[in-house]
C-alpha cells in the first residue's frame, strides 16, 4: 500500500464514524447516511494528494458530505429512493428514546438546507463561521437559515393551538 493510501486509510478509519453520525443527523436513515459518507469520503480520496495538505481535512469531508446530501435532495423525485415515514433502524449501541425518535421525525421534514445548518449549528455545536463556510453562504444568511429552520421545527413539534 503506497503512503497516500495508507494515510488516507488511516485517516478514513479515524473520521468515518464521526462524518456518518453527521451524515444521519442530516438525513434520519443509517443506510443513507452509509451513501453520504462513502460519497464525501470517494471525492476526498480523488483529492487527496492536495486536500492532504491541508490541515482542514474534517472541514472539507463535511462540506463535500452537506453539499452532497443538499443536491441529492434538489433531485428529481423519479431519480432517487423516497425516504419512509420512520427513521431508519439505529445501531444497538444508539438508546432509542420517544424525545430521539420523535426529534428524528421532525428534522427530516426540515428542507435539507435549513436541516444542515440545525445539525452543524446546534447539535455539532460549530461556531457560525464554520457552518457558513461548510455551506458556503454568508453568516447572515446562515444565521436567516437557522432562524427558519427552528421555526419550522418548532411549528412540527409544538403545532399552534387553534384559539376558539
Known amino acids: 500500500m503506497s503512503d497516500r493510501d495508507s494515510a488516507f486509510a488511516e485517516y478514513f478509519a479515524a473520521r468515518s464514524g464521526v462524518m456518518r453520525g453527521t451524515a444521519y443527523l442530516l438525513c434520519g436513515d443509517w443506510h443513507r447516511a452509509e451513501d453520504l459518507v462513502q460519497a464525501a469520503f470517494t471525492k ?3 483529492h487527496w494528494n492536495r486536500v492532504a495538505r ?13 453539499h ?10 423519479w431519480r432517487r429512493e423516497r425516504p419512509s415515514e420512520t ?13 430521539r425518535l420523535m426529534l428524528m421525525r421532525a428534522l427530516a421534514q426540515v428542507p435539507p438546507r435549513q436541516r444542515a445548518v440545525l445539525v452543524l449549528r446546534y447539535w455539532e455545536d460549530m461556531p457560525v463561521e464554520a457552518v457558513a463556510a461548510a455551506l458556503n453562504c454568508s453568516a ?6 437557522a432562524a427558519r429552520g427552528l421555526t419550522t421545527l418548532r411549528g412540527i413539534v409544538a403545532p399552534p393551538v387553534n384559539a376558539e
Open 44 to 46: 476526498l480520496y480523488v
Open 54 to 66: 491541508h490541515e482542514a481535512l474534517d472541514p472539507y469531508v463535511r462540506r463535500v458530505l452537506i
Open 68 to 77: 452532497t446530501f443538499i443536491d441529492d435532495g434538489r433531485r428529481g423525485w
Open 87 to 99: 427513521p431508519g433502524d439505529m445501531p444497538a449501541d444508539q438508546p432509542q428514546t420517544d424525545d
Open 140 to 145: 447572515g444568511t446562515l444565521k436567516s437559515q
